[in-house]
């Protein structure tokens, strides 16, 4: 079950990867409810939530606050709060979240850990990272 703050994350899309789009080999850091309907290949990294629709896919990491996952992913997704695979959903890695739903139909394949929201740790944000 959705709480009010899940519900409202993502009734409010702010950012898009529409289905055309294809990226390879990048990092994404974002603050808000970010969409993806293409192809992403690299990092993301969300202070919001995360939905990947039927038609997107993501080859890479994920951290994110939750994330509905009805397309593909290829990769370990960290979430703050819940993990959610749609019935079109496949995610091919490792989950560690504090609470996951996988609907009839959707595939999970890797391990998963619950933990609780203290335990996760953040991403520094770019201006916080350091160059070498």
């Not at 519900?7 to 990092?27: C, P």
């Not at 990491?61 to 990769?75: D, F, L, P, R, S």
């Not at 999970?108 to 201006?127: H, L, N, R, Y």
Request: proline fraction near 2%; hydrophobic fraction near 35%.
């Amino acid at each position: 079950m959705l709480t009010r703050k899940q519900k409202a994350q993502y009734s409010k899309v702010t950012s898009m990867l529409g289905e055309d789009v294809v990226i390879k080999d990048g990092i994404i850091y974002a603050q808000q409810t970010l969409r993806i309907d293409g192809q992403f290949k690299g990092e993301i990294n969300s202070k919001g939530a995360l939905i990947i629709g039927s038609e997107g896919g993501v080859d890479g990491n994920i951290q994110c606050e939750n994330i509905i996952i009805a397309g593909k992913v290829e990769g370990n997704v960290q979430a703050v709060n819940q993990v959610h695979i749609h019935k079109s959903g496949r995610v091919n890695g490792d989950i560690t979240c504090d609470s996951i739903v996988i609907d009839e139909g959707g595939v999970f394949v890797g391990q998963s850990s619950i933990i609780k929201e203290a335990e996760v740790e953040a991403e520094p944000k770019p201006e916080e990272q350091v160059s070498q």
